[in-house]
């Protein structure tokens, strides 16, 4: 059985959908879900009775999880530069994205006797994006929360690993994606030549719950089609030179 926050749209439901295709029984979890999962929770990932209790009925009907994707996660542009001291934006981004991480990871490590979990990163929090510096603080620390509890939950036969993707096709990036000409521009970006569909980013989180990953523990994984790669070639470039490749 698989834990999933942030079911309800973007990432999250993919993910869902991906690991229910694979076999697994999945439970949601989001403050807003009505998912084609085996249970849903509607429930805020900051809330540890709310998700202690979501995992005391899942235990009563289904079973402990064994998969956790914490996809749960919110993005807003701060107000300005630092020195505006945006505390609002720092307090909300900090509070959903690293507590709630912190919050659901300690809810269910306090029932997995074995099992793993996929934290979702961002590749703002390993390349500073100006106007997302909460942002990319609060992924960073998911990042080194995974890491340590990679080392202290090994001895369980447990695995923790995040997955950091670049940009992807969800309501979250409803800005960039809804609008042509910023997409065009990001897209230029990505020597891959396009936005990841939430889909591809759940299969690599797939992968990584399953047993096929039984060795990889610690890692964070950037999905980002090479951008952060941050070669000055634009996606037309790379077009154009294969071009001149295949005369
Ligand atoms: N979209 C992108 O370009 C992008 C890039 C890198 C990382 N991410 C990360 O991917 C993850 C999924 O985001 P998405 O793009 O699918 O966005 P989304 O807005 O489509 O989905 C986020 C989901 O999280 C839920 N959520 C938010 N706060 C919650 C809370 N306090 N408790 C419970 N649920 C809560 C929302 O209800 C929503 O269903 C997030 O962690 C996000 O930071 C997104």
Redesign the pocket.
Known sequence: MAFV????????RAVGNRLVSDGWKVVG?????DGPWELSFQ????DANAVSAALDTVNERLSTPIGVAL?????QPMVGPLHQLDFETWEKTIS??LM?AVTVAGCCLQRMAKGALVF?????GKHPQAGASA?GVS?AGVSALSRSIAIEYAGRGIRSNVV?????D????QAITGDDRRRKRVEDRIPLGHIAA?EEVASIIAFLLSDNAAQVTGQDLTVDGGEGLGSFTSSDDVRRMWGWAAK
């Open positions: 926050t942030g079911s309800g749209s973007g990432l999250g979890f989001d403050l807003h879900d429930g805020d990932v900051r996809c749960a996660g919110v993005f959903v994205n709630g979702v990163g961002s590749a703002v942002y992924k950091s993707p670049g940009w992807m969800t309501p979250m990036a939430p």
